[in-house]
């Protein structure tokens, strides 16, 4: 039998992205050093998208350029996160892909999948200090197994 290394974390150009089966309120995804907060109350702040919604999260967006030798402006770094392609669903709600009519082949993504969508879809929050979207099920393009290497075309 082959094995393969999977690796624990991937490279987007919005940030990296840390992979593994560990549930996003439990992997530090919503982690902020500046909120009293302790890390079981805010895993069980998180909302539960209604409906036929998703709630999915915005790579971290890096702080410097490729080099790391050049800052990014804040107005960029607000740039990058707004028009990110890739976002990663953390939350289905109980009414996601439910009708047959619509998705006669089933679900488009499931919870823990990273996923192609519009730049600006959806309804923008920041949970924890971290920028999310709610997002209809019928707007995710596709799903990545792999976003290293995938950013918006200008």
Excluded at 30 to 40: C, N, V, Y
Excluded at 62 to 76: C, H, P, S
Aim: with cysteine; charged share 25%.
């Amino acid at each position: 039998m082959m094995t393969t290394d999977i690796p624990t974390t991937l490279w987007t150009p919005v940030g990296e992205i840390e992979l593994s089966p560990v549930p996003a309120e439990e992997k530090g995804m919503l982690k902020q050093e500046d909120t009293p907060a302790e890390s079981s109350e805010k895993a069980t702040s998180i909302p539960t998208p209604a409906g036929y919604r998703i709630l999915c999260f915005v790579p971290q967006v890096e702080k410097t350029f490729g080099n790391g030798l050049i800052e990014k402006t804040d107005a960029t770094i607000r740039n990058e996160e707004l028009l990110c392609a890739v976002l990663f669903a953390a939350k289905l709600g109980p009414d996601c892909y439910k009708d047959p009519v619509r998705f006669p082949s089933g679900p488009w993504c499931k919870e823990g999948d990273f996923i192609l969508v519009r730049p600006m879809v959806g309804t923008r929050v920041k949970i924890h200090g971290r920028e999310c979207r709610i997002i209809n099920d019928d707007c995710v393009e596709a799903v990545v197994a792999d976003p290293r290497g995938i950013s918006r075309s200008f």
